[in-house]
T-cell receptor, first 113, second 114 residues
């Protein structure tokens, strides 16, 4: 049972480059989330999805885009990378909105230079 | 807007001590509260989930309580061990927001000294 899988684990980007962070879950969860964690801080919500084809912005969406074409996958796209996007990115999923626990991937550590 | 605060930000204790980590939140309209552990450079491991209708949950040496009306939760760790050293995060699942998002505190960094 893989849970939530994120790839890659590490990446260095140059300013202005683009990349896609991959997230996949095999638990048939409806809700999926992308968070970023800056050093010494809590997690801030970037984007979320309540099901295939439905996405919405969180607290800090600028510079990012998402899509959700299947229940399993929720990729996060960075366009025109900036040093302010240097962070650790976590993907999470839950089955339903009320009573179930959240499961997290192991994170992607991104450095923009 | 929901705000989650964790006190203290850092804690250093000798091995064997019982300790309490605190979490407070401003909006009591929540479905549940979840405590996580994060080791340096790693992801989040779920420790305990407390539903809004519950008062406490226990797992081994860990006990978490929830007082929704006052917006507070505590994580009690009994007989602490060096292996408990990590950052502990609490997060609330909000009832009123679209997407039922988790809002996190900034964490308590715990060091247990042998």
């Amino acid at each position: 049972n893989a849970g939530v899988t994120q790839t890659p684990k590490f990446r260095i980007l140059k300013i202005g480059q683009s990349m896609t962070l991959q997230c996949a879950q095999d638990m048939n969860h409806n809700y999926m989330y992308w968070y970023r964690q800056d050093p010494g801080m809590g997690l801030k919500l970037i984007y979320y999805s309540v099901g295939a084809g439905i996405t919405d912005k969180g607290e800090v969406p600028n510079g990012y885009n998402v899509s959700r074409s299947t229940t399993e996958d929720f990729p996060l796209r960075l366009e025109l990378a900036a040093p302010s996007q240097t962070s650790v990115y976590f993907c999470a999923s839950i089955l339903d909105r009320r009573n179930t626990e959240a499961f997290f991937g192991q994170g992607t550590r991104l450095t923009v230079v | 807007k929901q705000e989650v605060t964790q006190i203290p930000a850092a804690l250093s204790v000798p091995e064997g001590e019982n300790l309490v980590l605190n979490c407070s939140f401003t909006d009591s309209a929540i479905y549940n509260l979840q405590w996580f552990r994060q080791d340096p450079g790693k992801g989040l491991t779920s420790l305990l989930l407390i539903q809004s209708s519950q008062r406490e949950q226990t797992s081994g040496r860990l006990n978490a309580s929830l007082d929704k009306s006052s917006g507070r939760s505590t994580l009690y760790i009994a007989a602490s061990q060096p292996g408990d050293s990590a950052t502990y995060l609490c997060a609330v699942r909000e009832r009123e927001t679209s997407g039922s998002r988790l809002t996190f505190g900034e964490g308590t960094q715990l060091t247990v000294n042998p």
